[in-house]
Nanobody, 115 residues
Framework: QVQLVESGGGLAQPGGSLRLSCAASGFTFSSYAMSWARQAPGKGLECVSGIYSDGSDTYYADSVKGRFTISRDNAKNTVYLQMNSLKPEDTAVYHC????????WGQGTQVTVSS
C-alpha cells in the first residue's frame, strides 16, 4: 500500500522557520522524483519545489526561491522541505507528491504563518 505521510506543519510567525517531512512507503522511493505543492484557501494548487530521484537537481517556484530548500534521504525514504523567512502568503496546506510511472499524493499538512 502506497503511503505518503507529511508532518512538521503548524503555526509560525512571519520570518520564522518550519521543516516539513514526507515519509514514503509502498513503492521504490529512490526511483521517483519528489515534489511539494501547496494550496492556499480559495486558490489552486501550486508546485513550490521538486527534486530528482537521485537528488541531482532541484526546482523552486519564484515565490519561494532563496527561502525554501528541498532535500531527500533515499535511505530513509523521506523528502524534506526546509522553509525559512516565512511570510503570511506561505499559509497553505502542503502536499507531498511522488511521480515516475505513477503519481502519488499525500494528505497534506497545514502551515499557517501569522503573528
Amino acid at each position: 500500500q502506497v503511503q505518503l505521510v507529511e508532518s512538521g506543519g503548524g503555526l509560525a510567525q512571519p520570518g520564522g522557520s518550519l521543516r516539513l517531512s514526507c515519509a514514503a512507503s509502498g513503492f521504490t522511493f529512490s526511483s521517483y522524483a519528489m515534489s511539494w505543492a501547496r494550496q492556499a484557501p480559495g486558490k489552486g494548487l501550486e508546485c513550490v519545489s521538486g527534486i530528482y530521484s537521485d537528488g541531482s537537481d532541484t526546482y523552486y517556484a519564484d515565490s519561494v526561491k532563496g527561502r525554501f530548500t528541498i532535500s531527500r534521504d533515499n535511505a530513509k525514504n523521506t523528502v524534506y522541505l526546509q522553509m525559512n523567512s516565512l511570510k503570511p502568503e506561505d499559509t497553505a496546506v502542503y502536499h507531498c507528491n511522488a511521480h515516475y510511472y505513477n503519481n502519488f499524493w499525500g494528505q497534506g499538512t497545514q502551515v499557517t504563518v501569522s503573528s
